[in-house]
T-cell receptor, first 116, second 116 residues
Framework: SAVISQKPSRDICQRGTSLTIQCQVD?????MFWYRQQPGQSLTLIAT?????????ESGFVIDKFPISRPNLTFSTLTVSNMSPEDSSIYLCSALGTSGVMETQYFGPGTRLLVL | AQSVTQLDSHVSVSEGTPVLLRCNYS??????LFWYVQHPNKGLQLLLKYTSAATLVKGINGFEAEFKKSETSFHLTKPSAHMSDAAEYFCVVSDRPSGSARQLTFGSGTQLTVLP
């Protein structure tokens, strides 16, 4: 299994600023992802974090707004740039690991972001 | 393409009575199906998963789900609800074969309330 930690756990930010969220996995994983969960809604995939190359973004998400890094197999960052109140969400890091012989997707505790 | 529909946004049961959370899916391939639980201010936790083995899947905390291909359903059940079961539950589908890039499609969630 994989245990995922995120920093910060929550933050309150001003409009126009940027916040970088860190994600650390306690074991090597094949894939890492970033999700957004807007208030009262389900999870939406932002992008797949690729090691050593540019992230793969889903429709509606762009690198300029959500730059992502993954310098090694166990660490990734997501930056929310030029924030607006509409960016207030929970941001979750996820990783694809192995539970027994099965692939399982694990999730971090999330980063609660409030933009004023 | 894949999709998942959780038929109830809110379910309320009394402690000690059965729980039924309904989920229907759509997938072009043989899907993998999951149920995740999200407690307030906590991360997502995997309850159980179906990956083309036994159609009745047993998970943690006494939950189980049955994969019914003819009905395209994967309903979550528990014989007797406990107060600690109160949380948000997400039904999730993935039609990517094991070993390939896996992307999950989340349902809209069902909020379970357990009454004393």
């Amino acid at each position: 299994s994989a245990v995922i930690s995120q920093k910060p756990s929550r933050d309150i930010c001003q409009r126009g600023t940027s916040l970088t969220i860190q994600c650390q996995v306690d074991s090597q994983v094949t894939m890492m992802f970033w999700y957004r969960q807007q208030p009262g809604q389900s999870l939406t995939l932002i992008a797949t974090a690729n090691q050593g190359s540019e992230a793969t973004y889903e429709s509606g998400f762009v690198i300029d707004k959500f730059p992502i890094s993954r310098p090694n197999l166990t660490f990734s960052t997501l930056t929310v740039s030029n924030m607006s109140p509409e960016d207030s969400s929970i941001y979750l890091c996820s990783a694809l690991g192995t539970s027994g012989v099965m692939e399982t997707q694990y999730f971090g505790p999330g980063t609660r972001l409030l933009v004023l | 393409a894949q999709s998942v529909t959780q038929l109830d946004s809110h379910v309320s049961v009394s402690e000690g009575t059965p729980v039924l959370l309904r989920c229907n899916y759509s997938s072009s391939y043989s899907p993998s199906l999951f149920w995740y639980v999200q407690h307030p201010n906590k991360g997502l936790q995997l309850l159980l998963k179906y990956t083309s083995a036994a159609t009745l899947v047993k998970g943690i905390n006494g939950f189980e789900a049955e994969f019914k291909k003819s009905e395209t359903s994967f309903h979550l059940t528990k014989p007797s609800a406990h107060m600690s079961d109160a949380a948000e539950y997400f039904c999730v589908v993935s039609d990517r074969p094991s070993g390939s890039a896996r992307q999950l499609t989340f349902g809209s969630g069902t909020q379970l309330t357990v009454l004393p």
